[in-house]
């Protein structure tokens, strides 16, 4: 599998950060972020992602298996 870039700095992506942008954008979605970046873009802080990441895993949901 190819390797997911940020689309706004470039660094290589973790599981589970692309699978919050498929989560929150669309899993149609071509623009991926860092929590960082994606923080910054959502206008909310780098923590509130990585609870949600936990909620979405404790969920079950299949995008973070």
């Given at each position: 599998?190819?390797?997911?870039?940020c689309?706004?700095c470039?660094?290589?992506?973790?599981?589970?950060e692309?699978?919050?942008?498929?989560?929150?954008?669309?899993?149609?979605?071509?623009?991926?972020?860092?929590?960082?970046?994606?923080?910054?873009?959502?206008?909310?802080?780098?923590?509130?992602?990585?609870?949600?990441?936990?909620?979405?895993?404790?969920?079950?949901?299949?995008?973070?298996?």
């Amino acid at each position: 599998m190819k390797k997911k870039l940020c689309c706004e700095c470039g660094k290589a992506l973790i599981k589970d950060e692309a699978a919050l942008c498929k989560k929150l954008l669309g899993t149609d979605t071509d623009e991926f972020y860092c929590i960082d970046c994606f923080a910054e873009y959502l206008e909310c802080d780098k923590v509130d992602l990585e609870i949600k990441i936990q909620e979405f895993k404790e969920q079950g949901c299949i995008l973070f298996l």
